[in-house]
C-alpha cells in the first residue's frame, strides 16, 4: 500500500485553498483588492503577489493552473509579464470576456447541474445569472458538476430563435447572459431530469 507524504497531502490542500482565492479574486474581487484588471479578465501575476496572494509563488500559481481538472484559468506572458484570467464566471460587469465564441449551432446538450433547494424557484421563475455575468452550462455530461442532483437541459433552437446567445469559453463551458432581467424561462427548457432520471414537472 502507498501512502502519500504529509508534504504532499499540506501541498495538495494549499492548492485547493490557492485555487479558490485565485477564482474568488479573479472573477469577483479584483477591484475590490484594487487589482489592475484588464477588459479580457488578465491580471499580472506579480501584482496578486505583491498584494491579495503575499504567501504563494509564481510557481504555486503555475501548479495550480497546470493540475486544475476544470481549466478554470489561463496563464498568458504578455510584453514580457506573465498575467492570469479566470476563464469564466465573473461577476465585475467591467468584464468583457472578449475570448468566448458566439455558438451558432451545436451538436450536443446543453446542460445546467443545479440541486434541489433551488428548483422551487427555477421551476416558476427559470435559471437566473444572480451575480454573475452568465449562467454556466455543460457541454452534455462533461463538466458537469459531481454533487448536481437535478439537470436542466436547455432548447438551444428555440432560445436562439428568440434573441438569446450562447457562448463558449476556452475551456469548453457553455455561458448565457439570459434575457434582460439575467433569466432563461422554463419555455426554454426540454427537460429536467434528476440523477436518477426522474422527470421533474416545471410551469
Known sequence: MRFRSAFSFNRSKDDVILGRK???????????????IKPDGFVAVSELLGKSLQRYTVDDIKRVVETNNKKRFTLKTINGVLEIKANQGHSIPEINELSLKVLEHVEFDIVHGTFFKYWMKIKTEGLSRMTRNFIHFAKGSTGLRQNAELFIYINFSKAKENGLVFFESENNIVLCAGNAEGFIKTKYFLKAITRDSQILEFS
Open 22 to 36: 485565485l477564482s474568488y479574486l479573479l472573477r469577483h474581487a479584483a477591484l475590490k483588492e484594487g487589482l489592475n
